[in-house]
Nanobody, 126 residues
Framework: QVQLVESGGGLVQAGGALRLSCAAS????????MGWFRQAPGKEREFVAA????????LYADSVKGRFTISRDNAKNTEYLQMNSLKPEDTAVYYC???????????????????WGQGTQVTVSS
């Protein structure tokens, strides 16, 4: 089992940047594929980015491709989401997620993830 705690959210102007972190408890962080999802008010939770256990594979939603970068440091039990060129439509609560999988597998659906953080608010003003 793993517990996830996100940090790094906040208020930023359009065009700005934020870096989200997701700290995982436990000693088996490298056993999990990781992902980021977000949920805006009145909308369903949506996939943002994912990274495989070994960092060999990454995948992004079209809406963030070229602006966001997902990464992980297995030695620090931490996942990151670097968000650049932020837009007002990026405003949402961002959740990190962990799921069991093979070393190079990644998942874009919430059903592929077993553990979730509590979320961190990102607000982008125009």
């Amino acid at each position: 089992q793993v517990q996830l705690v996100e940090s790094g959210g906040g208020l930023v102007q359009a065009g700005g940047a934020l870096r989200l972190s997701c700290a995982a408890s436990g000693r088996t962080f490298s056993s999990y594929r990781m992902g980021w999802f977000r949920q805006a008010p009145g909308k369903e939770r949506e996939f943002v980015a994912a990274v495989s256990r070994s960092s060999g594979n990454t995948l992004y939603a079209d809406s963030v491709k070229g602006r966001f970068t997902i990464s992980r440091d297995n030695a620090k039990n931490t996942e990151y989401l670097q968000m650049n060129s932020l837009k007002p439509e990026d405003t949402a609560v961002y959740y990190c997620a962990a799921g069991y999988g093979s070393p190079y597998s990644i998942g874009t659906s919430a059903r592929f993830y077993d553990y979730w953080g509590q979320g961190t608010q990102v607000t982008v003003s125009s």
